[in-house]
């Protein structure tokens, strides 16, 4: 596997309630992707960062903040967690090369009561 | 955007069968079509890819399969064996280096 962890790997958290997840990397990958996983819907992208302080919103960001200060950390923030966004979060890394291979962390289950 | 369909969402074989999963996709400006596979409460795995400058690409019992002008891929698994049973995803490229991903298949092997 490539050098991704995430954490935590399970949160349970109360709804209205902030939420950070933070994904880390060893690889020094320019590119660096949030997605969430639900059933029947597969993996959604929430955010994305192109580099230090770039970042930019994916198909279901609306609720969902990120924040990237270092090449190696990429942080999604719930300000204000629901229920709805009770889910699977993957992190992913790509290098940038030509074409966009995506390697993905472990994952973090959250759940929104 | 990259609008990905996938099929079927369930996927029931008999071990030593082949399994054929199907991809369709939206962007004729795609050139990029992974495959993960997904074991259950694993992270998804790139098991193969494909680009657009070759129609078929095979790696041991796994193959893919893509028609630019139809706009399709596909993966195809033979002499399917229980370890084989996971959830695959398909995606296609769009701009940005983002990915769009299928909904997802569920392969059963069954002994």
């Known amino acids: 596997d490539a050098g991704i962890t995430q954490s935590p790997r399970h949160k349970v958290t109360e709804t209205g309630t902030p939420v950070t997840l933070r994904c880390h990397q060893t690889e020094n990958h320019r590119y660096m992707y949030w997605y969430r996983q639900d059933p029947g819907h597969g993996l959604r992208l929430i955010h994305y960062s192109y580099g230090v302080k770039d970042t930019d919103k994916g198909e279901v960001s609306d609720g969902y903040s990120v924040s990237r200060s270092k090449t190696e950390d990429f942080l999604l923030t719930l300000e204000s967690a629901t229920s709805s966004q009770t889910s699977v979060y993957f992190c992913?890394?790509?290098?940038?090369?030509?074409?966009?291979?995506?390697?993905f962390g472990p994952g973090t289950r959250l759940t929104v009561l | 955007g990259e609008n990905v369909e996938q099929h079927p969402s369930t996927l029931s074989v008999q071990e030593g069968d082949s399994a054929v999963i199907k991809c369709t996709y939206s962007?004729?400006?795609?050139?990029?079509f992974p495959w993960y596979k997904q074991e259950l409460g694993k992270r998804p795995q790139l098991i193969i890819d494909?680009?657009?400058?070759?129609g078929e690409k095979k790696d041991q019992r796994i193959a893919v399969t893509l028609n630019k002008t139809a706009k399709h891929f596909s993966l195809h698994i033979t002499e399917t064996q229980p370890e084989d049973s996971a959830v695959y995803f398909c995606a296609g490229d769009l701009n940005d280096y983002k990915l769009s991903f299928g909904a997802g298949t569920t392969v059963t092997v069954r002994a």
């Open positions: 992913a890394i790509s290098s940038g090369n030509l074409y966009n291979e995506q390697f």
């Open positions: 494909i680009r657009s400058n070759v």
């Open positions: 962007d004729s400006a795609s050139n990029y």
